[in-house]
């Protein structure tokens, strides 16, 4: 199975930007979906995008439609989260994962999954 390590969270202020990366190894991601969420103390984890295997489909949670983009690079076996106009309430531990599909992904019951990166908010 793929192995996932997530970099780039820390702490910004209301309004900042952060760039999350997803590093993969021991397999390529090239054919498989990728996915953010994000799990905020006391919370269910929570879907946050996807992207398909080739980068031409991309889908967002409502809360950060406009704010983030989810991206990737097949070549490099990364994938990527640029999170802009943040809030308070995106305080989060942020995960990245790849399935097969999109149906599994947010099933969340399968598939690879990183170890997550603190993104914390401040007002």
């Known amino acids: 199975q793929v192995q996932l390590v997530e970099s780039g969270g820390g702490l910004v202020q209301a309004g900042g930007s952060l760039r999350l990366s997803c590093a993969a190894s021991g397999g390529t991601i090239s054919g498989l979906v990728m996915g953010w969420f994000r799990q905020a103390p006391g919370k269910e984890r929570e879907y946050v995008a996807t992207i398909s295997s080739n980068s031409g489909v991309t889908n967002y949670a409502d809360f950060v439609k406009g704010r983030f983009t989810i991206s990737r690079d097949n070549g490099k076996n990364m994938g990527y989260l640029q999170m802009n106009s943040l809030k308070p309430e995106d305080t989060a531990v942020y995960y990245c994962?790849?399935?097969?599909?999109?149906?599994?992904?947010?099933?969340?019951?399968?598939?690879?999954w990183g170890q997550g990166t603190q993104v914390t908010v401040s007002s």
């Open positions: 994962a790849v399935d097969q599909t999109t149906y599994l992904l947010v099933r969340r019951k399968s598939g690879s």
